[in-house]
């Protein structure tokens, strides 16, 4: 089956020195892996590898067989080619960061316009915007929206996050939040993309970055740790 459709690119492997597997969220199609052959061995290798770097928003054609195995492209192209996330070192920590999240996050092959259509819109505004400090830690809280595990704040006047239920709770048992913990929590529940800059300092941010790995942890088996972790505290350090 001929698919045309818009894919984010969430990994792309190097495979046999020659070829990459590239996994990709697309708009109609949900999630999808692709061969790449001889990537890096044409004359337009250095164009073809561009396509694929993290989160890029890629416009494509492709060969969809469903039955599992790698898929392959017919026709890519650049869907939105971004000014500043490929250029601007903190913008590019933040796509390889959040890249990192998704590959272990989103499971599903089937559609999901809505995520598509989220991500999209926030990828194109970290691109556009300067005040990108709380980005990545709205976007993970959002994103639990589309997996199935966003906190329930229904009773956030309880002082208690507990983390297996994704609830507040009067009393603190073993997998709760500090109060102060879960204070933080609730403010970042509160933000969107365009919000202040200063809404946390240094240490808040990197105690909600543990906090949010540890509720993926939680609530998504296999979940792994980004390899950029690291880089992306040290970024906003």
């Excluded at 017919?74 to 070192?89: F, G, M, N, Q, R």
């Excluded at 792994?224 to 505290?233: A, G, H, I, Y």
Aim: net charge negative; aromatic share 14%; with cysteine.
């Amino acid at each position: 089956m001929l698919v045309k459709t818009k894919a984010i690119v969430l990994s792309a492997l190097r495979y046999q020195e020659k070829s990459l597997i590239v996994k990709c969220f697309t708009e109609s199609e949900g999630l999808k892996s692709y061969y790449v052959r001889d990537a890096f061995t044409s004359k337009k290798s250095s164009q073809k590898t561009v396509y694929f770097r993290p989160l890029t928003i890629l416009e494509i054609e492709a060969s969809h067989k469903n039955k599992g195995s790698l898929e392959y492209f017919k026709e890519v192209k650049l869907a939105y080619p971004y000014y500043s996330i490929s250029t601007d070192i903190t913008k590019t920590t933040i796509a390889i960061f959040i890249s990192e999240i998704l590959h272990h996050s989103i499971k599903e092959e089937e559609k999901n316009q809505s995520l598509y259509s989220f991500l999209e819109t926030a990828l194109l505004w970290l691109d556009g915007h300067d005040d990108v400090a709380n980005f990545h830690l709205i976007l993970l809280m959002e994103v639990t929206k589309f997996l199935g595990f966003y906190p329930d704040s229904s009773d956030n006047e309880y002082s208690f996050f507990e983390m297996t239920e994704g609830i507040y709770v009067p009393y603190a048992s073993v997998s709760c939040l500090s109060a102060e913990e879960s204070d933080l929590l609730k403010r970042l529940m509160t933000l969107k993309f365009d919000s202040g800059i200063k809404a946390f300092h240094v240490s808040e941010r990197q105690q909600l970055l543990k906090i949010l790995l540890d509720y993926y942890s939680f609530h998504l088996d296999g979940f792994r740790r980004p390899k950029s972790l690291d880089v992306l505290k040290e970024v906003f350090s």
